[in-house]
Structure formats: structure tokens, C-alpha cells
Nanobody, 133 residues
Framework: QLRLVESGGALVQPGGSLRLSCTAS????????IGWFRQAPGKEREGVSC????????TYIDSVKGRFTISRDNAKNTVFLQMNNLKPEDTAVYYC??????????????????????????WGQGTQVTVSS
């Protein structure tokens, strides 16, 4: 059993930064691929960034490439999402999720994306990120 807890969401001005944390209050994240998903009002949940179990592949949606960075700290049993140069369109509830499978789908040899949300086995409760002046 894995119980995920997100934190770090806040109200921030455009151009600002936030770091989201995903911690397991029960279980060990080391054994899972981890994904950060977000859902804005009236929109479908989308995979923002994912990291495979062995940390050998990180993936990002195009709209956050160069601005967001996913990382894992096994000693802290935590996965982070560093978000820089935030834009109003980044406003959403952000969820972390854990996948016993790869967590990442290969598009071609050097391009990948998060696996679909339905593939992830465990979910946190979400943390609100609002980007507004």
C-alpha cells in the first residue's frame, strides 16, 4: 500500500517559482515510477512530468519543457517538481501518482511522455497552484 501526500501549492505571480513535493506517508517511492498530473477547471487531467522507477528517463509535456524539473530524493522518500517562470495557464490542481509499471510511454527512440493516468495505481489528494497577478 502506498499513501501519497502532495505539498507546496500556492498562489504565485506570473514569472514566479514553486516547488511541489510528493511524499509517501506509507510505503517507499523508490519502487515506483512517479508522475505529476494537473487538472484545470473544465479540462481533462494531463500528465505534466514523469520519472521512471530507475530515474533513467524523465519526461515533460511541451508546454513546461525548460521551465519544470522533476527529481527524486530517495533518502527523503520524496519526488519534487520544481516549477519556474510560472504562467497563468499553469493554474490547476496538481496531483502526484505512482505506477508499478514504467510510468512512461515511448513515442520514439528519444522522445517519451507520461503514461495515461489510468495506468497509475496510487494518487495523492492534490495541491492547488494558482498563477495570477
Amino acid at each position: 500500500q502506498l499513501r501519497l501526500v502532495e505539498s507546496g501549492g500556492a498562489l504565485v505571480q506570473p514569472g514566479g517559482s514553486l516547488r511541489l513535493s510528493c511524499t509517501a506517508s506509507e510505503g517507499t517511492l523508490y519502487y515506483y515510477a512517479i508522475g505529476w498530473f494537473r487538472q484545470a477547471p473544465g479540462k481533462e487531467r494531463e500528465g505534466v512530468s514523469c520519472i521512471t522507477r530507475g530515474d533513467d528517463r524523465l519526461t515533460y509535456i511541451d508546454s513546461v519543457k525548460g521551465r519544470f524539473t522533476i527529481s527524486r530524493d530517495n533518502a527523503k522518500n520524496t519526488v519534487f517538481l520544481q516549477m519556474n517562470n510560472l504562467k497563468p495557464e499553469d493554474t490547476a490542481v496538481y496531483y502526484c501518482a505512482a505506477d508499478l509499471g514504467p510510468g512512461v510511454d515511448m513515442i520514439n527512440y528519444d522522445d517519451s511522455r507520461c503514461a495515461p493516468a489510468k495506468d497509475f495505481d496510487y494518487w495523492g489528494q492534490g495541491t492547488q497552484v494558482t498563477v495570477s497577478s
